[in-house]
């Protein structure tokens, strides 16, 4: 069994480079999946723009505040993961609701990969450093 406390993982460049543009894509995705849920989620015309633009925001502004790599505020690890829950398990709870199960369930499995290989080599990164 491999100790990730003791033998931490380091991504070679070009697979870093792809994770972190991998995690950008994911990003993207979650804020037009939430669009697309808030236009689908109401009948009137005015609620339905309001959430199309609303839950997009919210999860953006969460995101920036505490898991961005520029975020206001500094959070352990742990509450950038958190967040990084948060934002992806809505998108695919949203995927659900808009009758998507395979994309949901796609979504959030290259979502959790993504985020344990870039957590893995975060986490290598800090160990070097040390």
Do not use: Q, Y
Not at 81 to 88: I, P, R
């Amino acid at each position: 069994m491999i100790d990730v406390e003791r033998s931490p993982m380091k991504l070679s460049a070009p697979l870093h480079v792809l994770n972190e543009g991998l995690a950008f894509l994911l990003e993207l995705a979650a804020l037009a999946v939430l669009a697309w849920w808030g236009w689908e989620s109401a009948e009137h015309v005015a609620l339905r723009l309001l959430l199309a633009v609303a839950a997009p925001a919210l999860a953006a502004l969460v995101w920036g505040l505490f898991a961005a790599p520029r975020a206001r505020f500094r959070v352990p690890l742990a509450g950038v993961l958190c967040v990084k829950a948060l934002v992806f398990g809505v998108a695919a709870l949203a995927l659900l609701d808009l009758g998507r199960p395979v994309w949901a369930a796609s979504f959030a499995a290259v979502a959790l990969v993504n985020t344990a290989l870039a957590t893995a080599d975060r986490r290598a990164a800090m160990h070097r450093g040390a």
